[in-house]
C-alpha cells in the first residue's frame, strides 16, 4: 500500500494561485498513474488532472488551462499548480495513485486503489 500525502491547500481570494502537493511513502515509478481528484460538500468526487503511464497529462474541462500537474520523480512528489481560482474551484483536493494506464484511462475514483487524506482548498470571491 502506498502512503499519500497531501499539503498546501488554504484559502485563497477568487483570481489567486495555490501549489498543492502529493507526498508519496515510496518511489513510484512510470508504471503508475498520478492523479487529482476533489470533492465539493453533497457532491460526488470528480478527476481534476492526471499522468499517465506514458508520461501524458489530462485535465478536466473545467480546470484546463488554469491547472498544471507535474511530478518530482527524485522527490515522490506529485503536484498541482493552481491558477486563477474560481469559487467553483472550492472543495478538498485528494491524491491517488494507481498501478497501470487504466485508472488514468478511466479517470474515475473507483479505480484508484491509494488514496491521501486530502486537502481543503477555498476561494472566496
Known amino acids: 500500500q502506498v502512503q499519500l500525502v497531501e499539503s498546501g491547500g488554504g484559502s485563497v481570494q477568487a483570481g489567486g494561485s495555490l501549489r498543492l502537493s502529493c507526498a508519496a511513502s515510496?518511489?513510484?515509478?512510470?508504471?503508475?498513474?498520478m492523479g487529482w481528484f476533489r470533492q465539493a460538500p453533497g457532491k460526488e468526487r470528480e478527476w481534476v488532472s492526471g499522468?499517465?503511464?506514458?508520461?501524458?497529462?489530462s485535465y478536466a474541462d473545467s480546470v484546463k488551462g488554469r491547472f498544471t500537474i507535474s511530478q518530482d520523480n527524485a522527490k515522490n512528489t506529485l503536484y498541482l499548480q493552481m491558477n486563477s481560482l474560481k469559487p467553483e474551484d472550492t472543495a478538498m483536493y485528494y491524491c491517488?495513485?494507481?498501478?497501470?494506464?487504466?485508472?488514468?484511462?478511466?479517470?474515475?475514483?473507483?479505480?484508484?486503489?491509494?488514496w491521501g487524506q486530502g486537502t481543503q482548498v477555498t476561494v472566496s470571491s
Open positions: 515510496t518511489y513510484l515509478d512510470s508504471s503508475y498513474c
Open positions: 491517488a495513485a494507481q498501478a497501470g494506464w487504466y485508472a488514468c484511462y478511466r479517470r474515475t475514483a473507483s479505480v484508484f486503489g491509494n
Open positions: 499522468i499517465s503511464t506514458d508520461g501524458s497529462t
